[in-house]
């Protein structure tokens, strides 16, 4: 089946520590996103890439980095300089263009120890 | 960029049309409006999308009036299953400006 992939659904992090979450679509997109979901709250955007080799900061980049090596892979690091890093984090992806709906994974929840 | 808001909760019962709206005052000629259902822990699924007048299909439909400054998902006699949150996204043709609405949330009860 073709779909999006994220995992771990559940990770954790001690304090000072990197960690790098995985987003994995077989859809062919060239599109893909991440998002942050605090709780009760909704989707705000870290980084997007309309292409291999390039990305964009979103509106809360500072303490994120991302990379986009190959087209189906688009992994999230969480910096130790992102002061508050617990939440669900969401990645999606999408056939380029605004006309195209974005498909989602089902997330990682992130927990500092 | 197009600055959306939504009510933040509604409730409805079983089987009655259920009408949620997103504003979109300064919405741009070339942007398009989409529409997220989201349920617990999972990510958001694609509902409809529309540009202009109305759309409809199996599961919903949207009203978008002349102006554009706004737009209405409707969906049809509302399950329990239909609790959820929903969000509207306003972006452009090009994928490079978007932003999600703060979501509504929808409690269907018996």
């Known amino acids: 089946d073709g779909g999006i992939t994220q995992s771990p659904k559940y990770l954790f992090r001690k304090e000072g520590q990197n960690v790098t979450l995985s987003c994995e679509q077989n859809l062919n997109h060239d599109a893909m996103y991440w998002y942050r979901q605090d709780p009760g709250q909704g989707l705000r955007l870290i980084y997007y890439?309309?292409?291999?080799?390039?990305?964009q900061k979103g509106d809360i980049a500072e303490g994120y980095s991302v990379s986009r090596e190959k087209k189906e892979s688009f992994p999230l690091t969480v910096t130790s300089a992102q002061k508050n890093p617990t939440a669900f984090y969401l990645c999606a992806s999408s056939i380029q263009g605004g006309d195209q709906p974005q498909h989602f994974g089902d997330g990682t929840r992130l927990s500092i120890l | 960029l197009a600055k959306t808001t939504q009510p933040i909760s509604m409730d409805s019962y079983e089987g009655q049309e259920v009408n949620i709206t997103c504003s979109h005052n300064?919405?741009?000629?070339?942007?398009?409006i989409t529409w997220y259902q989201q349920f617990p822990s999972q990510g958001p699924r694609f509902i409809i999308q529309g540009y202009k007048t109305k759309v409809t299909n199996e599961v919903a439909s949207l009203f978008i009036p002349a102006d554009r400054k706004s737009s209405t998902l409707s969906l049809p006699r509302v399950s329990l299953s239909d609790t959820a949150v929903y969000y509207c996204?306003?972006?452009?043709?090009?994928?490079?400006?978007?932003?999600f609405g703060p979501g509504t949330r929808l409690s269907v009860l018996p």
């Open positions: 996204l306003v972006g452009d043709e090009y994928g490079q400006n978007f932003v």
């Open positions: 890439s309309q292409i291999v080799n390039d990305f």
């Open positions: 300064n919405i741009a000629t070339n942007d398009y």
